[in-house]
């Protein structure tokens, strides 16, 4: 397996794999700086943004991004820190009026998702790193395209809707994972094992990742949505 962020690491070296790899650095630097300078005027927007840079950060200098390598349910951590939390912080920094619609969006997002997590998608990925930068383009722009458009839409019921929907893909998901009688990912089949966990029990992990936290800031979004629907239908 030739993945990105190298070979699977074993749990006495993992924490010592830091990637510094100067083009994602170099990128996270230049989207910190373009951005600072767009949102000048808007200190809120430049905490959204430095917050955003930091989890790309964790996400692809940190140990996080070798451990991904050995664990599929690291590599669902991920995932979840991309679409969840970067992508939604990116959509506050460039809080530009959504054109697209929250359905519409919802549905790409969504599409695009579940279509890497289809297992020779996902080992294609891990075995080709144009392949793995394709998978986190997609899912981060197509986040940050859902996350705007729920957000910054001016129709927050439509929004609280969007929301549900994706709280509710996010844990059939995680449940399809959890109770699939056999594993599905062939890069996993060997790696788990120096962790102290079989494929199949790493894939269970996987899958209540997604159920449970993953869920969490749908939950929090959405109720922030309700509020705001509430105070709108009632002024």
């Known amino acids: 397996m030739n993945a990105y962020c190298g070979p699977p690491p074993t749990p006495m070296d993992w924490v010592s794999q830091w990637n510094f790899d100067p083009f994602v650095i170099g990128g996270l630097l230049l989207l ?56 939604p912080l990116l959509a506050l920094t460039f809080a530009a009026r959504a054109t697209a619609s929250a359905g519409g969006s919802f549905v790409v997002a969504t599409m695009v998702f579940w279509a890497w997590h289809v297992p020779v998608l996902y080992t294609a990925a891990l075995e080709n790193t144009a392949i793995y930068w394709a998978m986190q383009a997609s899912l981060v722009v197509t986040a940050f395209l859902f996350w705007r ?45 120096p962790w102290g966990l079989g494929p199949l029990a790493d894939q269970q992990l996987a899958g209540l990742l997604m159920w449970v936290p993953g869920m969490l800031p749908y939950a929090v979004v959405g109720g922030v949505l309700a509020r705001r629907s509430w105070r709108t239908a009632a002024s």
């Open 32 to 87: 910190l700086g373009a951005g600072f300078r767009a949102q000048r005027d808007h200190p809120d927007r430049q905490r959204s943004l430095v917050m955003a840079v930091g989890v790309f950060a964790i996400l692809f200098l940190s140990p996080l991004c070798a451990l991904t390598t050995a664990l599929f349910s690291a590599r669902v951590l991920h995932h979840l820190l991309l679409v969840a939390v970067a992508a």
């Open 149 to 193: 458009a729920t957000l910054l839409s001016g129709q927050p019921a439509q929004g609280v809707l969007s929301v549900v929907g994706a709280a509710a893909q996010m844990g059939l998901l995680g449940a399809l994972l959890a109770f699939a009688p056999t594993p599905l990912y062939p890069p996993h089949l060997a790696s788990t094992l």
